[in-house]
């Protein structure tokens, strides 16, 4: 059971690189430089990459590495999750793992988050949600008016320290505001603080080698709180309700 759900995770994985590759959601997959079509038994995740020792079928070009480790991070991913009692509802967990973690490759290599991505991810996230609401109302939060005031407060909070501070990407902040509408509000204020807290301690790590580093990919880190947090949130939602905060 354990190999299906990392193949399941990589699976995904491999989906998601191919749309912000291709920028379309219903073409076939092709190499990027020869453009030609991928067979399915080309895009067998992991399998196929050690196979074709990394190379294009047709053209012999090299395939970036980080396909491959997308594939095999996402497929540890979706284990974790499987492994974890109690946490989020594991529907809107795997959603968001699925994106998170190529968007930490992309941003990692680039320095920017795509907003087809973007679009997709609240799109899924908010029709995952939508199902559940409807159908199995009783396994999420009910949506109250006081919720939406805060998490409105909150998003504006978002923006006004963008404008303040200009220390991290728009993108970055509209992945925030998007993770805010879908998690619990005890989850995000965690995962918000964790992520600077992860990120402030690799940047001097960084700093320590790199002397002249300007910019830091923030995703990876907000992907690696979102783990953690999903570890302990347990923890944390006990303290947020308890009455300690």
């Not at 991070?73 to 499987?82: D, E, R, W």
């Not at 973690?101 to 996230?125: A, G, V, W, Y």
């Not at 001097?204 to 990876?220: A, D, G, T």
Request: charged fraction near 10%.
């Amino acid at each position: 059971m354990t190999v299906i759900i990392f193949l399941l995770g990589a699976c995904f994985s491999s989906f998601i690189s191919c749309i912000n590759d291709q920028n379309d959601l219903f073409r076939r997959s092709r190499c990027l430089n020869c453009h030609h079509k991928l067979s399915a038994a080309d895009l067998i995740p992991i399998v196929s990459y050690l196979l074709l020792r990394g190379r294009c079928k047709y053209c012999s070009i090299r395939i970036p590495t980080a396909l491959l480790w997308g594939e095999i991070l996402t497929g540890a991913a979706f284990v974790y999750i499987f492994s974890l009692n109690n946490i989020i509802h594991i529907q809107i967990a795997l959603t968001i793992t699925i994106f998170l973690i190529p968007l930490s490759i992309i941003d990692i290599e680039s320095f920017t988050i795509p907003n087809q991505l973007l679009t997709l991810l609240f799109s899924c996230l908010m029709t995952g949600y939508t199902y559940l609401y409807i159908f199995h109302s009783a396994t999420i939060s009910k949506v109250t008016f006081e919720h939406i005031t805060i998490k409105l407060l909150m998003i504006l909070l978002l923006h006004i320290f963008f404008f303040l501070t200009k220390s991290i990407g728009y993108g970055d902040i509209k992945l925030f505001v998007i993770l805010l509408i879908f998690l619990p509000i005890p989850y995000f204020i965690a995962m918000f603080f964790l992520t600077y807290l992860i990120g402030g301690f690799a940047s001097m790590i960084f700093l320590s080698y790199k002397r002249n580093l300007k910019k830091v990919p923030l995703v990876p880190f907000i992907t690696a709180s979102f783990f953690v947090v999903m570890y302990v949130y347990q923890d944390i939602e006990y303290i947020y309700f308890g009455g300690f905060i």
